[in-house]
């Protein structure tokens, strides 16, 4: 009998997840962004004002749980719509059974409509009436950007609130919690090591679900009562692989992903890159780093890299692990193999040091904007030479402050497409020696 079919057979009716969901405001794990003293959606709720909002984050993060307290707190019916079985004609019926509890019995309704963005833009059109009548309130729950999967009419008229993975201090409480409950595993006088409970933490992605879910399965598999790291690992269905997000391997291990995407050695950033996504790293850091290195690294040598990087973000994003994988890997390989130059970045920092050495020059004024007569008469833009007034769409002269003259920032390399910027730099130059001779 393996570890799930044991966990099958001692589990109770309702799942762990389930009965361990907050009754109110003060259990509600994490998001003090939002529900901190003094924050607005907290003082919303304590005031009964909230209106129709959007809760936009990922799996796990206490949508619907937050969705239940909110009725709870207003005493307000609580009716849970799934956008993925429900149809519009259900919606109409509850809209409708709204309305005759709210005129016979005065009771408000709390329409909470999971996963909205499944809807498509008409079908959401069906809540307008109701929404703006406050016959319900609504609450739509999505994983997805709702400025692009919610009707934009729908949107305008309800508040976005940005829900934010768990951190693994907030999932550290709701697995302590969840074995000191009675409505949890209190009865089973459960204990679990600090290296196990670590690793449930660190690895549950953020999501309480999957971190309440491992935990009603290792108390089902262990034997003496004690959780302890080999469990935990079987439960989650992880290894535990030394990188702790908050520490040194954290640095050291991008720190070698980088290096190899410099290195232009694809094998090893595949392989650091494997070990940060089998680690748990966020999807979003790696990318963001792919795409500042496309800049750094690989800049004008080949300036599709940043396009690409940015695809990988957008791939990422709309997709998400485990396919979103496939998607770094293409990325990743790209800007390993593609030529590389710095020259970019050289150039906004020695340019960055001469503006904190000089300070703030003066434009010159014959580059000046001369909107009004009184700067024409102080000689705003007087002298200045129109580039397309010349052979080649250059002119023969100086934009930088008198006092930095002649000074160069940009120096191309002669790897990948740079080369051809430096010899178009080069034929520009030679133009402009043509006007000087002239």
């Known amino acids: 009998m393996d570890l799930f079919e ?3 057979q001692n589990s109770t009716s309702t799942p762990l997840a389930e009965r361990m969901r907050p009754r109110n405001l003060d259990e509600v794990v994490g998001q003090q962004h939002l529900l901190g003293e003094g924050k607005l959606l907290r003082r919303l709720i304590e005031t009964d004002q909230l209106s129709s909002v959007i809760f936009w984050g990922p799996p796990g993060t206490g949508k619907t749980s937050l969705g239940q307290v909110i009725a709870g707190r207003t005493e307000s019916r609580f009716v849970f719509f799934s956008a993925v079985l429900g149809s519009i004609k259900e919606v109409r019926e509850i809209v409708a059974e709204a309305k005759q509890q709210r005129a016979y019995h005065g009771r408000k309704t709390l329409l909470f409509v999971d996963e909205i963005h499944r809807f498509n833009k008409a079908q959401q059109d069906a809540f307008l009436p109701s929404v703006e009548k406050g016959d319900v309130t609504l609450i739509g729950a999505t994983t997805e950007n709702p400025s692009f999967e919610v009707n934009s009419a729908l949107l305008s008229r309800s508040r976005v609130f940005v829900l934010e993975s768990l951190a693994a201090e907030d999932l550290k409480i709701l697995l302590q919690r969840a074995l000191a409950d009675p409505r949890g595993l209190l ?3 459960l204990e679990i090591d600090e290296d196990a409970a670590e690793f449930l933490s660190e690895q549950a992605d953020g999501d309480a679900r999957i971190l309440l879910g491992a935990i009603e399965v290792a108390a089902s598999a262990t034997q003496d009562g004690r959780i302890n790291l080999q469990i935990a690992q079987e439960a989650l269905q992880k290894k535990a692989l030394r990188y702790d997000k908050g520490a040194d391997e954290h640095y050291n291990v991008i720190s070698a992903f980088i290096k ?10 595949l392989y650091w890159l494997a070990r940060m996504l089998e680690a748990g790293e966020a999807p979003l850091f790696i990318v963001r780093r792919m795409v ?3 800049s750094e690294d690989i800049g004008n040598a080949d300036p599709r890299a ?3 990087a940015l695809a990988v973000q957008q791939a990422v994003h709309f997709i998400g692990l485990p396919e979103a994988r496939i998607n770094l890997a293409q ?3 790209y800007l390993a193999t593609a030529p590389k130059s710095n020259a970019s970045y050289l150039g906004i920092n020695q340019a960055q040091a001469e503006v904190r050495k000089s300070g703030a020059l003066p434009v010159p004024k014959y580059i000046r904007n001369a909107p009004t007569k009184l700067m024409k008469e102080q000689g705003y833009g007087k002298g200045y030479k129109y580039a397309h007034d010349f052979n080649g769409g250059v002119a023969d002269q100086q934009h930088l402050p008198e006092q930095l003259a002649g000074t160069k920032f940009y120096r191309p390399t002669e790897r990948g497409y740079e080369k051809l910027i430096g010899e178009r730099m080069a034929y520009l130059e030679g133009l402009k020696k043509e006007q000087q001779d002239k």
């Open 6 to 8: 044991q966990s099958a």
């Open 187 to 189: 009865e089973q006088k």
């Open 260 to 269: 190899s995407l410099r290195g232009s050695d694809p094998d090893g950033a």
């Open 292 to 294: 500042i290195f496309a």
């Open 306 to 308: 940043l396009q690409i």
């Open 331 to 333: 990325g990743v390989t």
